[in-house]
């Protein structure tokens, strides 16, 4: 079965940091574009990191994130992290890791064709 399995969310205060890790089993995914986003009610999904396979050499992040957000890969362990520090309340939301199959690299939301279940993160003041 091919999936991808979020862990490491949670409570976190304002200012804080938090690594979230995305495990995939089923199938290789070193050569796939792998991103994080995150969805709220009020702005829906956005796409907040995405890194690429292949060697990793492409990273994107938007633009509330940069400098406090970090993505990586390890595929040897099919593991991608997202470290998330100086967090704000506006980086509550549910944090969903995915895979674009068969893209090297993507920064557009309809690549991502393989999701994990999500998981919340909530930072409180």
């Known amino acids: 079965q091919v999936q991808l399995v979020e862990s490491g969310g949670g409570l976190v205060q304002t200012g804080g940091s938090l690594t979230v890790s995305c495990v995939a089993s089923?199938?290789?995914?070193?050569?796939?574009?792998m991103g994080w986003f995150r969805q709220t009610p009020t702005k829906g999904r956005e796409l907040v990191a995405a890194i690429s396979g292949l060697g990793s050499d492409l990273t994107w992040y938007r633009g509330s994130v940069k400098g406090r957000f970090t993505i990586s890969r390890d595929d040897a362990k099919s593991a991608v992290y997202l470290v998330m520090n100086s967090l704000k309340s506006e980086d509550t939301a549910v944090y969903y890791c995915?895979?674009?199959?068969?893209?090297?690299?993507?920064?557009?939301?309809?690549?991502?064709?393989?999701w994990g279940q999500g998981i919340q993160i909530t930072v409180v003041s």
């Open positions: 995915a895979a674009a199959v068969g893209r090297r690299f993507s920064t557009t939301d309809a690549a991502y064709t393989l």
């Open positions: 089923g199938r290789p995914f070193s050569t796939d574009s």
